[in-house]
């Protein structure tokens, strides 16, 4: 196993970028040499590379708390550090290790995440880590095995259903934000019972946020995104009090269309809206008559964990 890849350095840290959802982030890889994960999932934008149960190149933990370091002192507005990897970031052998030494260091106000497939999620020690992070996303692109393997192409030995459980063990004992992301892609989890599946597994879980998205670059295979249209028509077969967010960058192509007060009422009864939804589904006059609607107390304003919802009153 390789514990001296200094050449790759430089590239621990990468950013900053601003992001609705957490503000000012500032990326810290741990594995900026090659992709090392445990899944190998049709929609990544890396190239395909064989599945590991753990990573074979390993940065040590001081090179990496030297570049945050370095990294904070250059950027001192951060909101954000953001743990991820070229693949898995729980793979990293000393990641408790790592995050104990980066909460020594982080200001007061800046809050760590960790960007995660949650395939290792029912590992004990995995789960030690992950507890002393202010914000988890786990991704949960399926609730069955057979498309866990279609879809995320997992490595050997990974179930569905101890992922699941894990996440629930994870979640009794969590205080911090635990966030759910689905990545769609068309005709491998938009399928109706796949759908029920992640949706019945999530009233379970109750997450603090789910964000539900689609390819937005380039994939490793050829596989294709979904509409925002088709991502609204998903949401919509989940349960509504689950805080799901359409997390889609294709918005702009969508004509708005005419909503009575009624009508407005009802789609927020059925699933709340962010600002952003709003102003791509509603035309001008059903904006004025959203508004009137919230002026009138009829709809009421959510935060979830960092994003804004508008729901039915």
């Not at 395939?119 to 002393?132: F, G, M, N, S, Y």
């Not at 879809?151 to 179930?159: P, T």
């Amino acid at each position: 196993m390789s514990t001296d890849p200094s050449q790759h350095i430089s590239n621990i840290i990468f950013g900053p970028i601003n992001s609705r959802r957490f503000g000012k982030s500032l990326g810290v890889d741990l594995s900026p040499g090659k992709k090392q994960c445990n899944f190998d999932c049709l929609y990544c934008e890396l190239d395909p590379a064989k599945t590991m149960a753990q990573q074979d190149e390993v940065l040590p933990v001081l090179q990496i708390v030297e570049s945050v370091k370095e990294g904070l002192e250059e950027h001192a507005d951060i909101d954000v550090l953001t743990i991820t990897a070229n693949g898995e970031p729980t793979l990293y052998p000393h990641l408790n290790e790592l995050i104990e030494e980066i909460n020594k260091i982080k200001g007061r106000s800046t809050k760590t995440l960790i960007l995660s497939n949650a395939a290792t999620i029912d590992d004990p020690k995995v789960q030690e880590a992950l507890l002393k992070f202010d914000e988890v996303k786990l991704s949960l692109d399926c609730a069955t095995q057979k498309c866990l393997k279609k879809l995320d192409r997992s490595h050997e030995g990974i179930d569905v259903e101890r992922i699941k459980k894990g996440m629930l063990d994870f979640k009794a004992r969590y205080r911090g934000s635990l966030i759910i992301e689905i990545l769609v892609v068309a005709t491998l989890n938009d399928k109706p019972e796949e759908i029920a599946a992640l949706n019945d597994y999530l009233l379970k879980l109750r997450p603090d946020r789910i964000d539900l998205g689609t390819i937005d670059r380039p994939p490793a295979f050829d596989v294709k995104p979904v509409s925002y249209e088709r991502l609204l028509a998903l949401s919509r077969q989940f349960d509504p009090s689950l805080p799901l967010y359409i997390a889609s960058r294709k918005k702009a192509h969508i004509p708005s269309s005419a909503y009575t007060e009624e009508e407005i009422l009802d789609t927020l009864a059925k699933r709340p809206l962010t600002k952003e939804d709003i102003e791509a589904l509603f035309d001008e006059a059903s904006q004025k008559r959203f508004e009137f609607l919230k002026n009138e107390k009829k709809i009421v304003q959510v935060d979830s964990n960092g994003v804004i919802f508008y729901k039915k009153a």
